[in-house]
């Protein structure tokens, strides 16, 4: 589901909180603002695009690394029952 900047808007100011956090397409959230209240600007949105990009990136590798483990430990099973 793809939330709008107006649905992202709402739904977060049910938290008491002055300003919605940033969203990435990605499913990352980044909460929080500037102390002074002032908008976050290009260049530190751009950071913050790298940050979270790559956040994506380990997050899909250790996902990944748990899946495998996952799967590692069912195909023992699988061979253990069909070895009896």
Known sequence: MALGRRDIAAAYSLTGYA?????????FVVYGAHANGADIDPDELRALAGLVKNAAVAYDHLEAQALRARIAVLEAMVLTKTAT
């Open 19 to 27: 300003r919605p956090p940033i969203v990435f397409g990605n499913g």
